[in-house]
């Protein structure tokens, strides 16, 4: 489903956290928000998972203002993985996959076929199964983030909202976790701090840096030195490899640029090798 | 439960408790001894009735509690309710209604009542900020309010007789000796009705378990989910401790007994709750009149004594607390 956002202001605590941002993700691709930290990225994926009420600018799934929508008909279209770890203990796995079924019943729903159809297919997509009944507190890293990606998909979504989903895992876990998502087809946008993974991943990039996009489009027209360089504050170039996988290789000294250049300091005086003493 | 009616001072056999009983809710059926009749369906029966009330009730208010304010040591107590309610009932067992003109005419229960519910709306009103709920907010706004009413009550206190003190301390204590049948309408529809809504509510008090943020992206309306369950939680709990006064430690154990049991979903949670709260609270009640027959203790000292060590046992097993 498309997710359109437009002319977005957000200001907290009397700071402004995002500037006039646009971004766009057409049907079935995958959008990553890059950018350094305090950039704004959970801040504007906030207004997209209708957590977060914008006073100027709007967010649509699906062509509808988010906040035209009730809570329950917006958490239909869209499902997010957070970082807000919560307080699951005592809740098995295949329970909190059911967790994804809350927006599709009122108070006195009961669980139909429906719901069992979908957790399973999330279940056995995620391949959470060999844990299923394991409670979530006791699970590695890597198989967490592949229960939480089963909720969201249990929650049968048009749009996926993922913020920071490969932080913290070992890479085969990483690689493992963006290539199910690349298998979803559902329409992604997912923050991610790693710009190689990011580049992995995802079919455009948006930047943002100091709450404005600052360049948004394909992975290679985007990650272009002088915008490592500008918004990340690192000497590096991106290519696409010939295996197809785009690369990104950073300098050695990346913080050089980071800070106005300096004259040349004096050579500190070798410190001599004391004579060994024996 | 009829057996927890046909023991007590006297002991009276169950099958004559169960005659007495069904005589007065079929109205058919032999008189038998005026005395023991009494003992049953005046004294014991309401008793015994109430006891699993209470015990229900703060059993499924600390449920809640602890899933709304995502903190485990959450229950009445803890949240200031508890405090409110004491402060109401030692005002007017210790003024009496003289000084107090208004509040004396509700009587210890009323009074508790009212104090239950404004502790609540006071921890409430400190506890958000720009119309947000937050959960650490929350707590510490109970803890504060609670101790700040602790120290109220015990100023009234020093003003007090022995005499009077002696009431504060059983009432501070709990108990469910002064149940009478005309309390229990109350009581009964509250709980209940408490327990079912809270019930239904189940899927969504599941979602605030995967965090606040996380519950929004699922759908629910987290702030309003707060207060509309902070409201039910604060007439329950203050319902029950007005009529029994302050049973500790149920609210708190109950719910982690059941959790680390049959686990956390609480549309399976809150009703077993419920049931193992009443059962517990009847058990306790028992013991209070007859450990010590013909005299009674309060029903507080032995809900703790009686709990903590099965409860530290149930946490030493259960290996899932050691990776949180």
């Known amino acids: 489903m498309k997710l359109t956002v437009d002319q977005l202001h957000i200001t907290l605590d009397r700071k402004q956290i995002l500037r006039d941002v646009h971004l766009e993700a057409a049907k079935g691709d995958i959008v990553g928000l890059v950018g350094p930290n305090g950039s704004g990225k959970s801040t504007l994926l906030r207004t997209v998972y209708r957590s977060l009420r914008p006073a100027d600018g709007v967010v649509r799934v699906g062509g509808d203002d988010v906040w035209e929508l009730s809570a329950r008909t917006a958490a239909r279209r869209t499902a997010a993985v957070l970082q807000d770890a ?91 976790l963006l290539d199910l998502i690349r298998t979803t087809g559902i329409t992604t946008l997912a923050v991610l701090h790693d710009l190689d993974l990011a580049a992995r991943l995802c079919d455009h990039l948006v930047v943002l840096h100091e709450g404005a996009v600052v360049a948004a489009g394909p992975v290679l027209e985007v990650l272009t030195p002088d915008l490592l360089r500008d918004v990340f504050g690192v000497r590096g170039a991106t290519e696409r490899h010939p295996d197809g ?29 004391e004579p060994a003493k024996r | 439960m009829v057996v927890a009616v046909s023991i007590g001072a006297v002991n009276i056999p169950v099958a004559d408790v169960w005659g007495i009983l069904l005589r007065h809710v079929t109205g058919r059926g032999a008189t038998g001894d005026p005395a023991l009749d009494q003992i049953v369906w005046t004294f014991r029966a309401p008793r015994v009735a109430l006891a699993a009330l209470v015990g229900a009730g703060l059993a499924v208010a600390g449920a809640v509690l602890q899933t709304l304010v995502s903190n485990p040591l959450a229950d009445p107590v803890v949240l200031g309710f508890s405090y409110g309610a004491s402060l109401g009932a030692v005002l007017v067992i210790t003024l009496g209604g003289v000084a107090l003109g208004g509040l004396g005419g509700l009587g210890v229960s009323g009074a508790a009542f009212v104090g239950a519910l404004a502790a609540g709306a006071l921890v ?71 327990t079912v ?113 099965f409860f530290l046992w149930l946490l030493r097993r259960n290996k899932g607390l050691d990776t949180v």
């Not at chain 2, 400190?126 to 009413?149: E, I, M």
């Not at chain 2, 943020?213 to 007005?242: M, P, Q």
């Open chain 1, 86 to 176: 919560g307080t699951t203990t005592g809740l098995t796995v295949t329970e909190i996959v059911a967790l994804g079924r809350t927006p599709h019943h009122g108070l006195m729903g009961r669980d139909g076929a429906e719901d069992r159809d979908a957790v399973a297919e999330a279940v056995e997509r995620c391949g959470v199964g060999p844990f299923a009944d394991r409670d979530y507190a006791t699970l590695s890293g890597g198989e967490r983030q592949r229960v939480l990606l089963a909720r969201a998909l249990a929650q049968r979504p048009r749009l996926l909202v993922l913020d920071e989903l490969t932080n913290h895992l070992d890479i085969r876990a990483r690689f493992e």
């Open chain 2, 197 to 309: 809504v809270l019930t239904l509510f189940g899927r969504r008090l599941n979602a605030l378990l995967a965090g606040d943020e996380s519950a929004t992206a699922l759908g629910v309306d987290v702030n309003r989910l707060r207060a509309v369950l902070l409201v039910i939680s604060a007439l329950l709990t203050g319902t029950v401790i007005a009529v029994a006064g302050g049973v500790g430690f149920v609210g708190l154990m109950i719910p982690h007994l059941v959790r680390l049991t049959t686990g956390a979903d609480h549309r399976r949670l809150l009703p077993l709750t419920a049931l193992l709260g009443a059962i517990y609270l009847v058990l306790v009640d028992l013991l209070s009149r007859t450990v010590n027959r013909p005299n009674e203790l309060p029903l507080g000292i032995l809900t703790a004594l009686l709990g903590a060590p």
């Open chain 2, 124 to 194: 409430f009103a400190l506890g958000q900020r720009q119309g947000r709920l937050a959960p650490t907010r929350l707590v510490l706004a109970g803890v504060a309010v609670g101790y700040v009413l602790l120290s109220v009550t015990s100023f009234v206190q020093l003003l007090a007789t022995p005499t009077e003190l002696r009431t504060v301390m059983f009432w501070m204590l709990g108990s469910v000796a002064g149940a009478q049948w005309s309390q229990l309408p109350t009581v009964t529809v509250v709980v209940l009705t408490s």
């Open chain 1, 245 to 273: 996988v785009v690369r990104i290789t950073y300098a050695a000294q990346p913080l050089a640029f980071a800070r106005e250049p300096e004259p040349e300091p004096e050579p500190d005086p070798e410190p001599q090798p």
